[in-house]
């Protein structure tokens, strides 16, 4: 989760502070809004991720969805909480507790089944703020992976690094 993770920062850190609520239709999700649901979600998941179930009585998952205005080190303060609570449960487990029984929900569901589920729903909506800092970025943006057209010195560049190791 450590590659969603800074996949998500980088989008954070290039897109322009005054457009973090920007959203490109009503429908759509702001920078903001991602950012307060994926921390949201992560403290409801991930506190007592193993005694107690994954829906926190005290979260309001629709308050994730409506606008609010912080200032730019607030809204990465806030994406930083939700991930430390995740990293910190995740380093606690043991491997036998990977096939215990945990609930989202009143679901049942292993550990294993639970930590997947997770991955996709993060990836899912980091793969949304990618796209959002992309439109937004317009002609400045700047890939956060591999560049278009350099597949090929990538891949070169891998392999001579990997050579380089085993020498």
């Known amino acids: 989760m450590q590659a969603q993770k800074s996949l998500g920062d980088k989008a954070i850190l290039r897109i322009p ?3 973090i609520n920007w959203r490109f239709n ?3 999700n702001s920078m903001a809004v991602l950012i307060c649901h ?3 979600n992560m403290l409801s998941r991930w506190t007592h991720f193993l005694t107690t179930d994954g ?3 005290g979260r309001n998952r629709d308050h994730e969805f409506e606008e609010q ?3 730019k080190t607030e809204w990465i303060q806030i994406w930083e909480k939700g991930w430390t609570c995740l990293f910190t449960a995740l380093g606690e487990l ?3 507790d990977l096939t215990k029984t945990v609930y989202i929900r009143k679901e049942p569901m292993t550990v294993t089944v639970a930590i997947i589920r997770q991955l996709a729903h993060y990836s899912y909506h980091i ?3 990618v796209f959002l800092t992309k439109m937004i970025c317009g002609e400045d943006w700047v890939s956060l992976s591999i560049p278009r057209g350099e597949s090929e010195s990538y891949n070169l560049t ?3 690094e990997a050579r380089s190791k085993h020498i």
Request: charged share 45%; aromatic share 8%; net charge negative.
């Open 17 to 19: 502070a005054e457009k």
């Open 26 to 28: 009503p429908e759509s």
């Open 38 to 40: 994926l921390s949201g």
């Open 55 to 57: 829906e926190k009585d």
């Open 69 to 71: 205005y912080y200032n």
């Open 94 to 96: 043991k491997p036998e």
């Open 127 to 129: 793969g949304q703020m």
């Open 158 to 160: 891998k392999e001579e």
